[in-house]
Nanobody, 125 residues
């Protein structure tokens, strides 16, 4: 099993920045594909970013390309999402997820095996 705990959410103005963190425990972190998803009220959970084993490959949703950056520190069992140039449409609960099956990961929630509890990001205009 894998336990995931997100932190770092908050209220920011449009154009501001936040860094989300996800601390993992319970399984060898370096062999987990990690992803970030988000869900706004009344909307489906959507893919934001993912990172492969050891951070060798990353992939982003088109809506966040150039603004968000995913990274991982395997020594700290932590994955990060650095968010900049935030927009009101980025407002959502952000979830960290772990994929135990795939080496490079997918953008589909169904392919992730473990989820954190979420952290709220609110961007005001």
């Amino acid at each position: 099993q894998v336990q995931l705990v997100e932190s770092g959410g908050g209220l920011v103005q449009a154009g501001g920045s936040l860094r989300l963190s996800c601390a993992a425990s319970g399984r060898t972190f370096s062999r987990l594909v990690m992803g970030w998803f988000r869900q706004a009220p009344g909307k489906e959970r959507e893919f934001v970013a993912r990172i492969s084993w050891s951070g060798g490959s990353t992939y982003y949703a088109n809506s966040v390309k150039g603004r968000f950056a995913i990274s991982r520190d395997d020594a700290k069992n932590t994955v990060y999402l650095q968010m900049s140039s935030l927009k009101p449409e980025d407002t959502a609960s952000y979830y960290c997820a772990a994929d135990t099956t795939n080496r490079y990961g997918t953008p589909y929630p169904r392919d992730y095996d473990y989820w954190g509890q979420g952290t709220q990001v609110t961007v005001s205009s």
